[in-house]
Each structure stands twice: as C-alpha cells, then as structure tokens.
C-alpha cells in the first residue's frame, strides 16, 4: 500500500461503523422517479415568473468571419422588442473578457458571450433580442442586419499547428490553446530494450452525448432586494459565479443560483454560462426576469461538443505480450474558446497506463484553437478518448503478436494482490479483482465460444466481431490535474458539501452541493441518511438540486467527474453521523443512562436497560429546538450538521505525480457484433457489462448509470458524429442529421455487478456514472475484428456503414 | 461547393428574352416568394423573398448585381443573401442561344455557396428547392413573355 494511506483507510473504516445494510444497498424506490413518471418534473423551463420576457440570439452563418458592421435599428422598432444587444453593447457593460483557463499567449484571447469584432464558429452568438415574448424576439432577430467579411475557416486540429494556418485569435499569434509534455518511469530505457515496437494512429472524433433538455437559463433581478436569482440546469453552478459576480458587479451573498430537475446533461451543461450572464444582464438593465430556452438545433451547432483527439501511439512490447512503455502524442481540438478546456490536456493523467502495469509512459499533448463550436466535457472527459488509445492500441499489439486480446489484457491487468496500486504518475488505484471481472464478462458473452465460431462463420461469408473492453471510471477529481498546465489556476484538491437537519417535526432535511441531472441524488443520499440514523427512508427529505442560498458548497461543488459517490456521499455520511452523536447525546441525558447504552432504532430511541421507555425524533427534535432546558448542559440548541468531505488530495508534485480521482471503478464490455457483408450495417448479437462500483447504494440507480454509459458508448461508436465541412459548417444540426439510436436499434445489456469496496471512502461506493467510455472502444474493437481479416483497421471511435461498407469493397477489390 | 445547372426554351426571340432579364422591373418581379423589389439601377437590385425549406421558413433579403454582360449572348451575376440564420452567396452564369426564330435556349450555371443553417439542413433540400426555384423564375420569364 503506498505511503500515508493507511491511517486514512482505517479512519474509514472506524467511521463506517454506522453501515448496518437496512438501507445501503436496497432497491427503494428512487424518490425522483414519481414526479417524473407524472410528467411533473421541475425543469428550468417549468420557471414561469410575472412580468418574465424572452431573449433569442442571432448566430453567426460563418465558421470564421470579421464583422463589419451590426445594423440594430429596425430590430429595436419590432413590435414587442426591449432591448437589442450587441459584442460591443456587452463588451462596454462587462469590465473584461471572461478569463481565460490557460497559460500565454493563449490567455490573451478575447471571450466575450457575444462576437466582438468576429465570429469564429458557426453559430457564435453575435447579438441578442429581448422581447415580450418568444415569437418577437425570434422574429426581430430577422430585422438585425450583420455586414460580415468570411475568412478561411480552420476545422482541423493537425492543420491548427502548422505556420500557416487561418488564425482563430490574432491576440494569440498561434493556435495553440495550451501544451504539455510529460515522461514519467524511464521510457527510454523501455523502448530499448522492446522486441517489438507497435505503432497506430487514432481519432477519437467529435461528438456530445444528447441530452433530452437543451440548456435553459432564468434570470430575475429583483431591484428591491437586490438579488440576482438564476434558475438555470448548469452542472457546476459555482464554477461560474465568480465570472457572473464580476460581470455583474454583485458580491456572491446577492447571487442565487438555482438548479432543480434536470433532463440529463453529461459535461455539456457544464460550459452554459456565457448563456447565463447574458439573460442575467438583460434581467438586470430591464428589472424583468428574462428566460433563454435554447432550440435542439442551437444546442447541437453551439452548445458544447467533446473534444476530437487525434493520437499517434507507439508502444514497447515484449514478444511473449509484455507492454512496458507507451508513448504518445496527441492533439486535441477544442474548438474556437476555451471556455472549459483546455482542461482535457491533463485530466486523462487519472487513467495513464489504462488498468494496466505498464511501467514507463511519454505524453505530449497539445490543445488548439480551431473554428468550430467550442469543446467542454463530455461524459468520461478526457479519459474516456484516452483509454479508447489504450483499449485500441491492445487489440493492435495482440494483432501484431497473434496473441488473443483477452490473452494479452489479462497478462497486463494490475492485479487484485497489488491493489492499491500506484501508477507510474501517482495515481492510486484503489480496490478490485479486475482480472476475474473480465473473466466473469468473458464467460457470461460466451466469448471463448463465440471465437471458436467466428472462422467457420466467415467462411459462410458471415462478418462475426467480438470486441473486448476494459475500463476505469476514475471519479472524484483531484482538481490539481489543472495546475499539472497551468500552475496559476485556483482550484486544487476535490471537496463536496452536505447539510442534515433533523427538522421540528422529526424528519430530516438534507440539502446537496451537488446539481444532479437526473442520477438519482435525493434517493442514495436519503438512503445514507436513513441508514446512518435508522430513521425511515420516507422520512427524509432531500432539497431537489442546488440552491447557493441553501446549499452547503465548496468551489469544487457541482455533478461532473462521477463524484457525488466518492465526494457528495462522504459528505452526507459524515453530516449524518455527527447528527447522530448528538442525538445520542441528548437522548442519554432526556433518559438517563450512558450513550453507549442509547438505541437508536427506526425512527425512535431508548436505553438498552429500558427498552420499554422510549423515545422518537419528534420529542427529541422538540427539546432541540423548544425546550433547551432540557439539553445537556452546555449543548448548543438545534440539529444542524453541515459536512464537507475533504479527501487526502495534494498538489501534483514538481514530476507532476499526484493521485489526481479519489476512487476507480472497473468495468469490462464484451461485444459481439455481426456485419452485414452487403449493407454493412450492424447488428448486436451480444453485450456483457461487468461493474465493480464499489459498495452498491442503490443497484436500481447503479444499473440505470451502467446501461446509461454503455448506451451513450455505443450510439457514439455507431450513430454520433458532430460533421463539419471545410468551410466549418456544421452540416448535421438537427436530428434528422444527427442520428441518435432510438430504443428499437440499442441492444439488451446484461449487466453483472461485482462489489468491491473502496478502502478510501467512509461509504465505499465508488463514482461510476461516466463509464470510462468503454463500450466506445468494445464496440470499435468488434467492427474491427468483424473485417481485420480483410485487411482492414479503424482509426476512428466511430464507424457508419456507408464508411464501413466502402472499406469492405476496396478490400475486396470491388468498385467503390 | 454545390453547383447546379439547367436549360429552358424560352419562345421568344433572343434580344427580348436578354431585355428582360437585364431589366432588374422585369426578372426581379419574377423572383419566387417575392416580397419587396428596391431597384437601384440597371445592374443593381434588392429584393426580399419568402423563403420555406422544410422546417427553416422565413424571409431572404437578397442582393443582385450585374458583373458581366455580353449582349445578347452571356450575363454573369452575383446574388447575395442573407436570412433564416444563414448567407447565400450565388455566382451564375446565363448563356442565351437562339435555337430557331422566337425561340431561344437558355442555358444557366450557378455556384451556390452556403453558411449558416442552410448548410446544415441544407443538404437534405437543396437540390430540389433550387431547381423549384428557377423553374418558377423561368415559368414565370416564359409567361411574361409569351407572343413577344
């Protein structure tokens, strides 16, 4: 076990005292799920306020192009209209641009929410229209007339680092938006004493898994009070307070923010603010509340997309399938701002070697500017396109060596006696048998089988793949991975907030840091804080979403990174265990007997010498509050307890080696696919999820995650890719274009859930929402098997049949 | 960059069919959708048309210009247009033959260039909306002109 972690596993473990598996563990009914059945969800859109008017915006046509001049005036005279801005109205209202994320001279771009002086992706805001009501400020965005100046549009990420290409921020000189160069063990050493030296390239492409909500934003001024309420669906609320507290001029205490139900938001609603500021500057100037409801159109050419990563590997094997050392260089394209990245650039470190003891790795990453819609996370954010290069790199390797993949990836899967395990960079790998859940996926899919068929089948002109996967959901960041590319950000280590209050009446109120959209927060906390308590899980009641004014929070606070297991729960847990003592306390003293004699038993509570003399949390909560004479002596009246989870996380260190994701859950995909030779379409015979999350809070919210991540997976494999042509057009803004599988085209997955505790937590549950993106690599690894007979290799994460089908004839020699 | 092409017979002889559509009063007011005609001179004209391509509806405000003439054989003109979140930008060309007596060929070449939503959803209608909308330009020349 690496250095300082065992005082803090058993510190743990003596604060997981209160786990009794009354609540922990069960399928309850999530608490979510009855107003949403009911079609009675609380969306930001459900926000419907007096005297509220509407804003729209008028996007730019252009990928990249000067604006000459803004004509306004016939849009200020449309019926219904209240305001019309421009970049330039807006650049005079904010003091400065939104500050940038990186080091020079890429801080030196200018980001305002709306173009000033050019556009520099299609569908850049370029000015806005207030209106009475939605239709007029739709329409009078028609009466705005835009002089623009096209200029050549730069849509590649390789062409973005070459000397002569379009710039996207002239204030920059270049388009690199930040760059990193790491080695870590000696790979040098490795790569000379390698059998074998394998080399690919891949590109993990673009695309943003769908929400079912596009991003919406309320903003209310209220001028008595002077308070800004923005009810809004961002992932991260306090991410960006700071900039709209700048823009705005106002001190934090008069800013609320509110999240409530969310329609899923996987990253993508994490980078909304721009949107924010602008409906709460218009609130402000018009002493109205102003609500922005972005179009699905809007939302796929503008909101925010993955990033693409092109990656040029090379690794260092031995001939017996040994892979000592990896090196990489890779290039993401964030698109035109960064307005979230170039945070990838480093956030992959979580997962570098893969699950695998690969000794000695070198990566150079660059991020660029490039004119397309700007790139923020996307679920499994930057490590998910990372272990797609690992994932596809091991089935090459075992290629190249004739080794079968399960072969090669069990010879090189860290082992569940090394665990913890500390990877090359310092990452501590926390618990799990990852050997034998591959195993146990391998057998469900009949995988040994299946391999035995797939020659006789091919010979029946049948396209058989199997691909196999594994991956790692490293969860609850360590924000410190930032400072590995820019030493001067703010944010290091991960924390989360929570507050339990057991109420007057005897119930318990819990509110969250985190801003959940759609994963079931209200219920596991409720089940921790039944557990902890021994209350009924009826009895607790959980604030839906975030609220700044309500909720416990740190800067770290929000749903991103899978943390709200290894961060938010802690929080929860330990609010609810200091709530616990204390009731213990006054219970003993109201009683008369010791604490450690005190019972604590559903709701109610009595001296193990007297169980007939009870008491509940209603009289209990009555002297707390009521009837303090009562209290012990000295106790402060109420049951409050607030918590905030600070886990053992440091700055990286001067070899940028720190353990960057407090928990690491395994999963294994295995797919088998079949090819129709004719139309190249897929068709999926076989999905096996194996899923180790830690200790299971609630199996039915962990199930609906694990199908969540594997669909998302899959539909990026085969159906999502964001499209541009050479001039930056998007051409697929709409869901006529952008395919998104329907539940008729996605395959059954058979899910079989291992459960191995995190030493690292109180709870032991572990973040798994992301998935690590597995089922993206699985299911390329089965397309590729399908046709590697052929001669045939995929460089891409994503494969559509018309491509598929095309390299299938050119194998074959037919006319293409 | 898409470009389309076609032919019409139009029945009338070549010096009519060049008159009408080098006189921005005649073709402009045969433009399909048309809302509003501003002439400026002979070779300059706006005008704002209707535009409906499945779900993307609105108006196109459109400028024309002249760049090349070469009567009564060859026009070269440019329209720029913008509306419905996007900009057109169209460079064609019209070759005019006479193919016997009051009866003259016109043969047209366009480069059509797309930002914006057209290009996004374009794609799926472009082809046929462009050719509806030349043949209603055409159908339209063709009825102005008949017995001339």
Redesign the interface.
């Known amino acids: 076990m690496p250095k300082a972690l065992p005082e803090i596993v058993d510190a743990y473990k003596q604060e997981g005292k209160y786990l009794t598996g009354k609540w922990i563990g069960k399928p309850v009914k999530t608490k979510e799920s009855y107003r949403h059945i009911r079609g009675k969800g609380a969306f930001a859109d459900d926000v419907q306020l007096h005297r509220m008017v509407y804003m729209a915006l008028l996007r730019s046509p252009y990928s990249h192009a000067k604006i000459l001049n803004i004509d306004t005036s016939k849009a200020k005279e449309h019926p219904g209209v209240l305001l019309v801005l421009t970049g330039d109205d807006i650049k005079k209202i904010m003091r400065r641009p939104f500050p940038q994320p990186t080091t020079p001279p890429a801080r030196n771009a200018v980001d305002y929410p709306l173009a000033v002086g050019k556009a520099r992706f299609q569908g850049e805001p370029v000015a806005m229209v207030i209106a009475e009501d939605r239709y007029s400020a739709e329409d009078a965005l028609d009466d705005i007339e835009v002089e623009y100046d096209p200029l050549p549009a730069l849509v590649d990420g390789e062409r973005a680092l070459e000397p002569d290409a379009p710039l996207v921020h002239d204030e920059v000189g270049n388009n690199v938006m930040a760059h990193v160069h790491y080695k870590w063990g000696d790979v040098d050493h490795y790569f000379e004493v390698a059998d074998r030296i394998v080399e690919a390239k891949f590109h993990y492409h673009r695309f943003s898994s769908t929400p079912l909500e596009p991003n919406v934003a309320v903003a209310d001024y209220d001028e008595r009070l002077d308070i800004m309420t923005i009810y809004c669906n961002n992932q991260a609320p306090m991410e960006f307070l700071p900039q709209l507290a700048a823009g705005l001029g106002m001190p934090f205490p008069k800013l609320r923010v509110v999240t409530r139900d969310m329609g899923g938001g996987f990253g993508n609603k994490l980078a909304n603010w721009p949107y924010i500021v602008l409906a709460a500057m218009a609130s402000k100037i018009l002493g109205r509340p102003v609500k922005w409801v972005e179009t699905r159109t809007e939302h796929l050419q503008s909101a925010t997309h993955g990033a693409e990563r092109i990656c040029y590997v090379k690794a260092a094997v031995t001939t017996d399938g040994e892979v000592l050392a990896v090196k990489m260089r890779c290039i993401d394209d964030d698109g035109a701002y960064a307005r979230h990245e170039p945070a990838g650039i480093t956030v992959w470190a979580q997962v570098v070697p893969g699950l695998y003891k690969i000794k000695a790795l070198e990566n150079d990453y660059y991020a660029v500017f490039t004119n397309k819609c700007p790139a923020a996370p996307n679920r499994g954010f930057s490590r998910a396109p990372h272990l797609f290069m690992i994932e596809r790199m091991m089935d090459r390797i075992a290629r190249e060596l004739d080794i079968d993949p399960v072969e090669l990836r069990l010879k090189n899967l860290v082992p569940p006696e090394e665990m913890p395990y500390e990877t090359p960079n310092g990452c501590i790998y926390d618990s799990g048998d990852w050997p034998e859940g591959l195993k146990k996926a391998l057998e469900a899919a009949n995988y040994w089988e299946w391999r035995e068929r797939q020659e006789e089948y091919r010979k029946q002109g049948k396209l058989i793949g199997i691909g196999v996967a594994v991956g790692t959901d490293s969860a609850g960041p360590n924000m410190g991975q930032v400072r590995m590319y820019n030493p001067r950000l703010p944010y290091s280590g991960g924390t989360e907030g929570a507050l339990v209050q057991i109420t007057p009446d005897g119930k318990a109120r819990v509110t969250l840091g985190s801003s959940p959209q759609g994963v079931s927060h209200e219920t596991t906390a409720a089940q921790v804080v039944a557990e902890v308590l021994e209350m009924d899980y009826d009895d607790v009641y959980v604030q839906t979403g975030f609220d700044s004014f309500t909720s416990i929070y740190t800067m770290h606070s929000g749903t991103y990174g899978s943390r709200f297991a290894p961060l938010g729960i802690p929080a929860v847990y330990i609010a609810a265990a200091r709530l616990r003592e204390k009731i213990i306390k006054i219970v003993a003293h109201s009683l008369g007997c010791k604490e450690e004699d005190v019972v604590l038993d559903d709701g109610q509570a009595y001296c193990k010498q007297n169980p007939e003399k009870k008491t509940n949390y209603r009289r209990i909560a009555r002297i707390a509050y009521g009837n303090i004479p009562e209290l012990p002596p000295g106790m402060e009246p109420g049951l409050y307890s607030i918590a905030i989870f600070r886990p053992p996380f440091t700055h990286p260190n001067d070899h940028n080696m720190a353990n960057l994701a407090l928990t690491y859950s395994f999963n294994a995909h295995v797919v088998v696919l079949e090819i129709d030779p004719e139309t190249a379409l897929p068709n999926i015979l076989e999905y096996v999820v194996v899923d180790d999350s830690g200790r299971i809070i609630n199996p039915l919210v962990v199930e609906g995650q694990v199908h969540g991540a594997a669909f998302l997976g899959f539909s990026a494999a085969l159906y999502e890719e964001y499209k541009y042509d050479e001039d930056g057009n998007l051409v697929n803004s709409s869901f006529m274009d952008y395919l998104v599988p329907y539940a008729t085209e996605t395959p059954a997955f058979k899910v079989i859930h291992m459960e191995t505790p995190s030493p690292f937590t109180p709870v032991g549950a572990k973040g798994m929402g992301e998935g690590g993106g597995t089922s993206i690599q699985a299911v390329i690894n089965a397309v590729e098997d399908a046709v590697a007979h052929l001669g045939i290799t995929l460089e891409k994460s994503h494969i559509d049949p018309d491509t598929l089908l095309r390299m299938i004839r050119e194998a074959r020699g037919e006319e293409v | 960059m898409p470009q389309f092409k076609g032919s019409e017979l139009i029945e009338a002889s070549r010096e009519t069919v060049w008159g009408f559509l080098t006189d921005p009063n005649k073709v402009g007011n045969c433009a399909p959708g048309l809302k509003k005609l501003d002439v400026t001179d002979q070779d300059h004209f706006s005008v704002e048309v209707k535009v409906g391509l499945g779900f993307l509806r609105?108006?196109v405000?459109a400028k024309y210009e002249t760049l090349e003439k070469n009567p009564p054989e060859k026009l070269t003109l440019r329209i720029l247009g913008?509306?419905?979140?996007?900009?057109v930008d169209i460079k064609a060309m019209v070759g005019l033959k006479e193919v016997e007596q009051n009866k003259t060929q016109l043969d047209w070449v366009a480069d059509v260039?797309?930002?914006?939503?057209?290009?996004?959803?374009g794609?799926?209608y472009i082809n046929d909306a462009a050719y509806k909308n030349v043949s209603e330009l055409f159908k339209c020349t063709r009825e102005k002109l008949k017995g001339k």
């Open positions: 609105g108006t405000k913008s509306g419905i979140g996007s900009q260039k797309l930002s914006g939503m057209l290009a996004g959803l794609g799926r």
